[in-house]
């Protein structure tokens, strides 16, 4: 299909026209923020996503990253007792639902629209969930009541948030019900005396299983997450950090369809029908094995947020860019990292960076048999790195 900019067929794709300047950040059709759910393995970060999105999240443990959307309302009756006044849901939920507490009759309003990453807990899936931090606005930190604080990706989760400064984090004392109000309250201080960089951050209980509280999170989205500053104006730039190939096995040829990229719109408004391109591309050797990329030019076929067609997307969502690109270098997240964008507005491409250092004092994420944190070195000539840059 399209690999180069002459390539790009020319079929009927219906093309959007929309003026950015008239688009604010909570005008209905844009109300939007992110937020990621981190913490240690087995705290319980999808089950929260699941609570408040209402979507399934099949995996057991998160090995990719995932996404979920939620609609979240509060009760346009006063005298409706929070936090039950705050809902949220799938976000195909119409704007107006009536409210659920008996006897109200009222209808909710729609406040926010809350696009959730998934990120992975294990220590071998640390890049992962720094891919994920690259998009995003604030963070859930999920620490299990039934567990000492901290574990070794909290602490690993945390720095990595110290580091990107991120400053707005909501934290979940998860799995209540499995332990005595007692325990709770002494687990509690514990996770106060260990959460320094995010001190100010309020500390729900929750039970995700139970969905115990989970109106209580809702409110604290809502009131405690600023309105992010987006740019709706600029030529539009989206990150990829997944990549999917939607066809499936044993499909006719005039069934294809291109590949799909997942990402998050840094600036600028995405419409149907816009001539993009991706960068770097595809990328391969010469003979002399220097890098070589070729540019990925398509249009847009379809813009989604999970099962919500839209005409036109805008920063602070998770979107699906359904393109006409070949789907095989779609696939298994081979586009991540890249940046799709309008044709001719997007960075240069460079093969050499000149970086400075971060240096974390101590070593975590590693348990040690004397139970004690181990000093990090100092870099040394010809050492290999894994540097994370945006999301890859």
């Given amino acids: 299909m399209a690999t180069t900019q002459d390539e790009v067929e020319e079929e009927e794709i219906e093309t959007v026209e929309i003026d950015p300047t008239k688009l604010l950040p909570l005008s209905p059709e844009v109300i939007s923020r992110q ?4 913490g240690h393995v087995a705290h319980g970060k999808s089950t929260v996503v699941k609570a408040i999105s209402g979507n399934e999240l099949v995996r057991n443990i998160t090995i990719k990253l995932g996404y979920a959307n939620a ?3 509060k009760c346009e009756n006063e005298a409706c007792p929070r936090p039950g ?18 006897g109200c009759g009222h209808r909710m309003k729609l406040l926010r629209h809350g696009s959730f990453v998934d990120c992975p807990g ?16 604030a963070a859930l930190l999920l620490i299990a009541g039934n567990e000492s604080c901290p574990q070794p990706q909290t602490s690993e989760h945390l720095a990595a948030v110290e580091i990107m400064k991120l400053q707005n984090i909501i934290i ?5 019900d499995l332990i005595k109000e007692a325990q709770a309250l002494e687990h509690q201080k514990s996770i106060t005396a260990f959460v320094k960089v995010a001190e100010a951050s309020p500390i729900v209980p929750i039970s995700a299983q139970l969905k115990y509280n989970i109106d209580a999170v809702n409110e604290y989205i809502v009131k405690r997450i600023p309105i992010p500053v987006r740019d709706f104006t600029s030529s539009p730039r989206l990150i990829v950090i ?33 001539r993009v391109e991706i960068r770097p591309g595809i990328v391969t050797k010469d003979v002399q094995c220097r890098n070589r990329c070729r540019l990925i030019f398509s249009r847009i076929v379809t813009l989604l947020a ?23 270098p779609c696939r298994a997240d081979r586009l991540v990292g890249q940046v799709l964008g309008a044709v001719g507005k997007l960075p240069q491409i460079y093969t050499e960076l000149e970086i400075s250092l971060f240096l974390l004092r101590r070593l975590l994420g590693v348990k040690t048999e004397d139970k004690k944190t181990t000093k990090v070195t100092k870099l040394v000539k010809n050492e290999l790195l894994l540097i994370n840059i945006g999301s890859t």
């Fill in 71 to 73: 609609k979240m309302y």
């Fill in 85 to 102: 006044c705050y809902r949220s849901y799938r976000s195909d939920k119409e704007d107006r639902p009536p409210c659920e507490r008996p």
């Fill in 172 to 176: 979940l004392q998860n799995k209540v």
């Fill in 122 to 137: 294990h220590d071998i899936l640390m890049a992962t969930m720094l891919n994920g931090a690259a998009v995003m606005d």
């Fill in 242 to 274: 997944r990549s999917f190939d939607v066809n499936k096995p044993g499909a006719e040829v005039d069934e294809l369809k291109g590949g799909v990229a997942g990402g998050s719109i840094l600036t600028g408004v995405l419409t149907l029908g816009m």
């Fill in 35 to 38: 937020v990621r759910t981190i």
């Fill in 306 to 328: 999970e099962n919500n067609q839209l005409q036109f997307a805008v920063p602070g969502g998770l979107i699906g860019v359904g393109t006409m690109i070949d789907p095989t």
